[in-house]
């Protein structure tokens, strides 16, 4: 039998150059309700939430359910830091970055998006250095820190 609903929430903090969960609020929610409006969030910036709901019935709780969103997202600001490239093959190089601070992303981010190409090199002393064919692949997720690009002419 349905007793209610326990609905909880939390915000994601930086802690010591680190991202963690914190828990900001739970509520017991009669079993009649369908809907409970959270209050109290941080709106002035994009801040990320999870929300989670879980069922009290007299034989127990159930599984928790969860949802994690922004509140005013917007486009992100800025740019990737720290980019390596290294060889991954004659024909791969592996792409490794520190992500955009949460602080900078304005909301979910979907994923990067990666730009290369090939490098028309003139001689040694011309300085003609030149990008042909430009290619661009997506990395998707959040929290994605590498991607490697595979099909590349041979050694260049």
């Known amino acids: 039998?349905?007793?209610?609903?326990?609905?909880?929430?939390?915000?994601?903090?930086?802690?010591?150059?680190?991202?963690?969960?914190?828990?900001?609020?739970?509520?017991?929610?009669?079993?009649s309700q369908s809907t409970f409006a959270v209050t109290g969030l941080r709106v002035g910036v994009p801040t990320r939430f999870k929300f989670g709901v879980l069922a009290d019935t007299?034989?127990?709780?159930?599984?928790?359910?969860?949802?994690?969103d922004y509140t005013n997202t917007g486009e992100p600001?800025?740019?990737?830091?720290?980019?390596e490239v290294t060889s991954a093959g004659p024909d791969?190089?592996?792409?490794?970055?520190?992500?955009?601070a949460l602080e900078r992303r304005n909301g979910?981010?979907?994923?990067?998006?990666?730009?290369?190409?090939?490098?028309?090199?003139?001689?040694?002393?011309?300085c003609s250095d030149s990008?042909?064919?430009?290619?661009?692949?997506?990395?998707?997720?959040e929290e994605t820190t590498f991607h490697q690009l595979r099909g590349l002419s041979p050694f260049t």
């Open 131 to 141: 990008c042909t064919e430009a290619r661009e692949v997506n990395a998707s997720g």
């Open 1 to 31: 039998q349905l007793r209610g609903y326990i609905v909880f929430w939390r915000e994601w903090i930086p802690v010591n150059n680190m991202y963690q969960w914190e828990e900001k609020g739970w509520e017991h929610v009669d079993g």
């Open 58 to 68: 007299v034989g127990g709780f159930g599984t928790e359910t969860y949802v994690d």
């Open 77 to 83: 600001q800025g740019q990737v830091e720290d980019v």
């Open 108 to 126: 979910r981010l979907l994923g990067y998006r990666i730009r290369y190409c090939r490098v028309a090199v003139g001689p040694v002393d011309s």
């Open 92 to 100: 791969a190089l592996n792409v490794t970055w520190t992500p955009l």
